[in-house]
């Protein structure tokens, strides 16, 4: 089985001295495993970023065997955030969820496409914000659709609206952005508790049911903009 594709690399883990069994999510194959020999190397290891776009070229003797990569780059997007933690440790994390989350060899090209979009959100202003909205959008796109102002209550008090949800461990104020995606600029308190939310909605809903365990690297991120 040959074929050419272009995609993100969203693992890798040392095989050899000189190679990487590594995971990329392509356009039209979904997420494929893979060799990289001599990825190591002085020219390949420098596009072998987490995050970078690249062409795929993939070999394999059979259906039941892994396969290997032929790689170039298509564009480094990783390098680009190399000054800037947060970000970079976001890069992480998006790549992460999405390893975790797809099945093997399953195309979607929804998810493809939300990777490009996910790269645009990084340059934009309320760039947390919009990636806990894409966080939304990727768990949508898997079947597990997250609508808060179906769950919730609204309250005022003092002209300040308040958004309620019940639940059997008690009430739970949702920050308003995640009812309405009209919302200025967010405190960072407010981004965290959103993130917060989002992830007990991942590990009760998507990671305990299917034995999965939660990813440190969402841990690692949201510790960076505390």
């Known amino acids: 089985m040959s074929w050419d594709d272009i995609g993100f690399l969203i693992s890798k883990n040392k095989y050899n001295e000189n190679s990487y069994i590594s995971e990329v999510y392509s356009r039209s194959h979904g997420k494929v495993s893979g060799i990289i020999f001599g990825g190591?190397?002085?020219?390949?290891?420098?596009?072998?970023?987490?995050?970078?776009?690249?062409?795929i070229n993939y070999n394999s003797k059979s259906e039941n065997k892994i396969g290997y990569f032929k790689i170039e780059i298509e564009k480094a997007?990783?390098?680009?955030?190399?000054?800037?933690?947060?970000?970079?440790?976001?890069?992480?994390?998006?790549?992460?969820?999405?390893?975790?989350?797809?099945?093997?060899s399953q195309s979607n090209i929804k998810i493809y496409e939300l990777i490009i979009d996910f790269y645009r959100l990084l340059n934009e202003e309320n760039w947390i914000k919009n990636y806990i909205y894409w966080e939304m959008e990727l768990f949508k796109n898997l079947g597990y659709d997250l609508v808060f102002k179906d769950l919730v209550d609204k309250k005022v008090t003092d002209n300040n609206i308040k958004y309620v949800v019940k639940s059997s461990s008690g009430k739970k104020i949702i920050p308003n952005f995640l009812i309405n995606r009209n919302q200025d600029n967010e405190d960072i308190k407010n981004l965290l508790d959103g993130l917060k939310l989002i992830g007990?909605?991942?590990?009760?809903?998507?990671?305990?049911?299917?034995?999965?365990?939660?990813?440190?690297t969402r841990f690692n991120f949201i510790n960076s903009l505390k």
Request: with cysteine; aromatic share 8%.
């Open 40 to 55: 190591t190397s002085k020219k390949l290891r420098n596009y072998l970023q987490i995050g970078n776009q690249i062409h």
């Open 77 to 104: 997007y990783s390098p680009i955030f190399f000054e800037n933690q947060k970000k970079l440790l976001c890069i992480i994390s998006a790549m992460n969820l999405i390893k975790i989350l797809t099945a093997e």
């Open 200 to 216: 007990d909605y991942l590990e009760k809903t998507i990671l305990k049911p299917n034995n999965l365990n939660p990813p440190i």
